[in-house]
């Protein structure tokens, strides 16, 4: 005892000996940080580009808007100076059409009733008079499972809210979704003939949520997919406690077309020391077609350009080359990010840590970061030094845990990094036409701006070995 | 050295033995902390209060809106069956009255324009005809003073903003706010005939946020003051470059009443065995008499209510009695929280500990305490030892630090303690028509309250000794 004790206050003492030296070489990150916070919030200049962004409209793939979208980017990073890198992307197109409706149109109390629908991205459409079914409410696919006789030629109706005790909304969301990406499949599984489901939100509204579902099979019908707004699916769950029998038609004209070609837009602030070595930024570019897209994930992608303009507006000249991707098609596949991690891989390059923003541009709480087991402690103790100084931007911790969407493709980096932000807030807006760009907080918006540029310069500078 | 590194690493030992037992005897506390926070956040009790007491309207002292409001949070304590007391509280009485207007009166470039004005919380009115003057643009007394020459019959225009980039918004608010407290009788002493202010405020828009002036003195000329919204400061102080010798007119018909009778409304949950202890939680049932006083402090007030009807709705049956106060008056002279600190004196009340929501109600951050230098390790040492626990609804940390200004009156309490959400938007709202239940996230302040209900269970039960 007297032994093992002795070691462990030799070890204690060590390591104390070691943060302390630590803790004065970093001494000189604190002003560093001060200035970055204070001209992020000041200027507030990447809210400002972000009112520019959300004016255009969502950006939804293969939209005009979306083409607009990316010129204004390509002006942006021109006149800020950045070296500028288009890599074209195939992406999948998948179009709303120009109505969908829900109406439940034979009851004996509830005939008329309207309800607000939206189809979810990649379903087919209807045929012209629309389907019209009876309706099948369950909460999950095993009850469906457990009542497939009663599922042959219904609309099926998936109504499992998300859980709103769950903390981490994130996670909370994640248990719900199943739903809106595989609802469609598993009905048709069973003879469903359509398949509707419950916003998956924090907002008790009428607002369609919308997103992906995983792209139909050839050895099931293609049945149509759609989200009704949450109190729209309490409606309906309470009109078909009360008459089962209720017939329900909706109509939708979506529709699935060949993939186009799009981009990864790509700003460089090239490093002084270690250029060919990247330390990434990034968000997604593209967004629902829905609200502005503000959230998510506009200005995710306008921190991230902005890490670079506060980096070079304070005259901090990184050793790594600082790179911003804005990736294209998060939305629907992913498309931009499995085509830069392969770029990666042929051209090998040096993608020495990324950062990416997607979970909203609320008030900063800290970092997740999935890294390689083999480095684990090493790099996560490095970033956790680094938490008074990301302190000065509200950063409350550094921990283990996933990264963002689009990063998570790249291989043999040192860390991918997912900015964490309060998640309060995040899947009220999510996907709908909440998410637009008065629900931005500029002040917490900049804050999360200036942490992601702290992080990246440390990294860069004091590196992750 | 040796012998101080051994001595080092015995106390290190001993401390963490001791963390190590006192965190065994805490784990009971992480399954109720669960059900508190699910309970809170699944019920949005506190929010739907919140929502009926907003629909009755501002809630400024001596208008028949507080009235109502008191009436219904009587009723609604009996409903909930907690203890009801009232402790009458004499209380400042001032009304806004019926017009207030700003306009440019004699310019050669800008007569006619009108600017958003309101007038300061105990400002005397205008003649009936207004106050005609040249304005005196100066950033702070300072300024003032070595101008004085200037300022003998102007209107002294104060426009120094709220810095936005000091994080610590409250920091920030409290670095400008003496032009508004003080800016009347300063611009008196120096011969101005008003005195005018940029809002404090965060949001850069056209609305005036008010609050309280400092009481007039007899021996200077009692000056209106009154406040413009920020985009019209900006827009005043512009013209004032172009033209300085331009004319604004203001109209305020304000005036100061005597004072009038009102509450504090206090609602006790009896405590099982230690029921002359309490353990207070509070806010403060007035507002200023824009928006709705959601966030300052309807919110805080819900929040302190439902900690009881938490506890009771799970059966959890505190030691110490939990103590709702709702402090009346704390705008314009902390009249209820000087009230209670007065009772508790003679009634020689064991006020235990307390803590108060007076920060608006956005996501949690972290509670700051106030304790006396004597107490002070153990007792902080102790709530720290309870962040983990309340990590559940969000909390990061527990610092010394201010506690809320109804509370800081109280003395002999163990702690007095400030429930620290997060503040960047505080100040977007504060004292203004913005401050509306719209802008309230039921998620964030239903943490909130769970965060106090856990905090003021965990000092009821463990103890802070």
Redesign the interface.
């Known amino acids: 005892m007297k032994l093992s004790?002795?070691l462990?206050?030799?070890v204690?003492?060590l390591i104390l000996i070691n943060i302390n030296l630590s803790a004065q070489d970093l001494q000189k990150y604190f002003p560093i940080a001060d200035s970055i916070?204070?001209s992020s919030?000041?200027n507030r200049t990447g809210y400002k580009w972000l009112k520019e962004l959300c004016e255009i409209g969502p950006r939804n793939i293969g939209s005009q808007n979306l083409e607009r979208a990316i010129e204004w980017a390509k002006q942006k990073i021109d006149s800020l100076g950045f070296k500028l890198t288009l890599q074209p992307v195939m992406v999948d197109h998948w179009k709303r059409g120009n109505f969908e409706t829900a109406v439940i149109s034979q009851s004996t109390k509830f005939s008329g009733k309207k309800l607000n629908i939206s189809a979810i991205g990649g379903s087919v459409g209807t045929p012209e008079n629309g389907i019209t079914a009876e309706v099948l409410e369950v909460k999950n696919f095993e009850e469906l499972r457990n009542r497939k006789n009663e599922a042959n030629g219904k609309i099926i109706f998936f109504s499992r809210p998300l859980d709103?005790?769950e903390?981490n909304?994130f996670a909370a969301y994640g248990n719900a979704v199943d739903q809106r990406t595989r609802g469609a499949l598993v009905a048709a599984e069973y003879g469903g003939v359509a398949s509707i489901i419950r916003s998956v939100t924090?907002k008790y509204d009428t607002v369609p949520h919308v997103g992906a579902m995983r792209n139909y099979v050839d050895s099931l019908p293609k049945v149509p997919a759609a989200v009704l707004g949450y109190a729209d699916a309490d409606f309906l769950s309470n009109a078909l406690k009360e008459e089962p029998s209720l017939k329900l038609t909706i109509k939708l004209d979506c529709e699935i077309l060949p993939d186009v070609q799009s981009y990864n837009i790509i700003a460089d602030l090239t490093g002084t020391e270690k250029s060919d070595e990247y330390v990434i930024v990034s968000g997604h570019f593209d967004s629902w077609d829905k609200g502005d897209g503000a959230h998510d994930d506009g200005g995710g992608c306008m921190q991230a350009l902005e890490v670079l303009d506060l980096l070079k507006r304070l005259d901090l000249k990184p050793k790594r080359t600082i790179r911003c991707i804005l990736y294209i098609n998060e939305e629907h596949g992913l498309d931009g990010g499995y085509a830069y991690a392969s770029l990666s891989d042929s051209l090998k390059l040096i993608n020495y840590a990324a950062i990416e923003s997607d979970r909203g541009v609320?008030?900063p709480r800290g970092f997740t970061a999935d890294i390689d087991s083999a480095n684990l402690s090493v790099v996560l103790n490095k970033m956790q030094s680094w938490v008074s100084i990301l302190n000065?931007a509200?950063i409350?911790?550094i921990k283990k845990g996933g990264s963002g969407a689009d990063i998570s493709r790249i291989k043999n980096s040192k860390a991918l990094i997912g900015y964490v932000p309060?998640d309060?807030?995040y899947f009220?807006l999510h996907h709908s036409d909440n998410d637009v760009f008065e629900e931005v907080?500029p002040?917490?918006m900049q804050?999360g701006a200036a942490a992601m540029a702290i992080l990246a310069y440390l990294i860069s500078e004091v590196g992750l070995e």
Do not use: M, Q
Request: charged share 30%; hydrophobic share 45%; aromatic share 14%.
């Open positions: 004790a002795r462990f206050c030799t204690t003492f916070v204070a919030v000041l709103p005790a903390l909304t924090t609320f008030t000065k509200k409350e911790w309060d309060a807030r009220d907080n002040r917490e804050l």
